[in-house]
């Protein structure tokens, strides 16, 4: 009962407010008139009963007092009352008594009308939204069809991967112009640009969440078209070297030296350095050999130089070279290099044949090449170091002489890229098995 009494009292001051809002101002006439008050109660009740909502509204005038009772469906309602009243001519305050009714069927009815008023519309909509549903599919089948056609997309593409987008290009383009025939023929327009502003806002959500495979993507793309590399090619990415198998829409795949894959995601490859070992097809290489420091470098030079360019795997051009590279503990090292042709010799086994044949070279031509040693020497040794010295140097010169005649009856082993050909060989099976879903061409352009 307290809590009541509580809420009356609550309700109390709201009520009031309620009918202190909206009052008429200006002076009140001196004389009182029936007649007005008869008309002010008809015009008030004519303007009600073309409002929906104040039927159950019951209005009385006396001088110039309007009395309002009944009840309506809404708060609102029962505040507009006290706006319409007051513009009245003549209305000297008002009595604003309408509550919000608690019927349920008089609360339900307005719903219900609504819904019958909008399922009306749904039916009579039907016959156009079929006609609209009808040109969007229309307009989306021969989009479908033309980019389904493998002409001329395979021939303006560099490649099926970008074919393919083109394709999606054009289908996605078709729904959009469908859309908007079919929006434009139910009058609704306006509608595109919230559908295109929506798509807008979750394609970037989707963006950021999808970042790297985004990157991926577009890595993809770009690789297709570059075509940094070709099929069987040497390169090198990230550290990673290995033969080229093939370019997917996702990732580089190479077969290394001991024959496994590597797959490298696309992102990766097109941000790193790529270094391409079978772009040309002379390639250069390289040893270093450590000779005593006594030696006569002019002349191991010579002879080193001769030995390189007396090897058959060796090019003219461009031409062996050999220069003294760096100092050691106890040598001082000579750099050698020689050029290949690639498709015919193997690079590994060209540069361990020169090593060997320049070595014994230089051992006949008594060319000293020491392991590095230390010595320490005392006074009462000295004589003692001198004749091991010296047994050390005949011992050397006797080696020389053995080397001499082993290489008087060796010559330059063969260094064919055997081992190349036969990696070759496996890219091209593995190709054969999987040729649909490769990017590169061998035909495309040098980047």
């Given at each position: 009962m307290r809590v009541f009494l509580f809420v009356l009292l609550l309700a109390i001051p709201f009520?009031?407010?309620?009918?202190?809002?909206s009052q008429p101002e200006g002076a009140i006439?001196?004389?009182?008139?029936?007649?007005?008050?008869?008309?002010?109660?008809?015009?008030?009740?004519?303007?009600?009963?073309?409002?929906?909502?104040?039927?159950?509204?019951?209005?009385?005038?006396?001088s110039g007092?309007?009395?309002?009772?009944?009840?309506?469906l809404d708060g609102e309602k029962i505040a507009r009352l006290n706006e319409l009243t007051g513009r009245v001519e003549g209305v000297v305050a008002i009595e604003n008594s309408v509550t919000e009714t608690t019927d349920v069927v008089k609360r339900l009815n307005p719903a219900v009308e609504r819904f019958r008023a909008r399922m009306a519309q749904v039916i009579a909509f039907v016959p156009l939204a079929s006609v609209a549903l009808l040109a969007f599919i229309i307009i989306v089948f021969v989009g479908f069809f033309i980019a389904n056609m493998r002409q001329p997309w395979n021939r303006l593409?560099?490649?099926?991967?970008?074919?393919?987008?083109?394709?999606?290009?054009?289908?996605?383009?078709?729904?959009?112009?469908?859309?908007?025939?079919a929006l434009d023929i139910m009058g609704?327009?306006?509608?595109?640009?919230?559908?295109?502003?929506?798509?807008?806002?979750?394609?970037?959500?989707i963006g950021f969440a999808v970042k790297d495979t985004v990157e991926n993507f577009i890595a993809s793309i770009m690789l297709s078209i570059r075509q940094p590399f070709r099929p069987n090619d040497t390169i090198e990415i990230g550290g990673d070297t290995g033969k080229v198998i093939r370019l997917t829409s996702r990732a580089t795949i190479l077969l290394s030296f001991d024959g496994n894959h590597i797959r490298i995601p696309n992102a990766t490859v097109f941000k790193s350095r790529i270094v391409n070992f079978s772009r040309n097809d002379e390639r250069r290489f390289k040893f270093s050999l450590g000779l005593a420091p006594e030696t006569d470098f002019v002349d191991a030079q010579r002879i080193a130089l001769e030995k390189l360019q007396e090897l058959p795997f060796v090019l003219d051009t461009p031409a062996p070279?050999?220069?003294?590279?760096?100092?050691?503990d106890s040598t001082i090292s000579i750099t050698l290099t020689g050029w290949i042709e690639q498709h015919k010799s193997s690079l590994a086994a060209a540069r361990g044949e020169s090593i060997r044949l320049v070595k014994l070279a230089l051992e006949k031509a008594d060319v000293r090449m020491p392991e590095p040693t230390y010595r320490v020497l005392s006074p009462s040794l000295a004589k003692l170091a001198s004749a091991e010295e010296g047994t050390t140097d005949s011992m050397y010169k006797e080696l020389a002489r053995d080397a001499d005649i082993r290489e008087e009856s060796q010559v330059a082993m063969a260094v064919d890229a055997i081992a190349d050909a036969a990696l070759e060989q496996i890219v091209d099976a593995e190709r054969k098995e999987t040729e649909d879903g490769d990017l590169l061409r061998r035909e495309a352009p040098e980047e």
């Open positions: 009520q009031l407010s309620a009918q202190s809002e006439a001196v004389e009182d008139s029936a007649t007005q008050d008869a008309a002010m109660a008809v015009r008030i009740r004519d303007i009600l009963a073309e409002l929906d909502g104040y039927e159950d509204v019951t209005v009385t005038v006396t007092i309007v009395t309002l009772r009944g009840t309506t593409a560099p490649n099926a991967f970008i074919a393919d987008i083109y394709r999606q290009i054009l289908r996605l383009g078709f729904m959009v112009g469908g859309l908007v025939v609704a327009t306006a509608l595109l640009s919230t559908i295109l502003g929506a798509a807008g806002i979750i394609g970037l959500a070279a050999v220069w003294i590279d760096e100092i050691g």
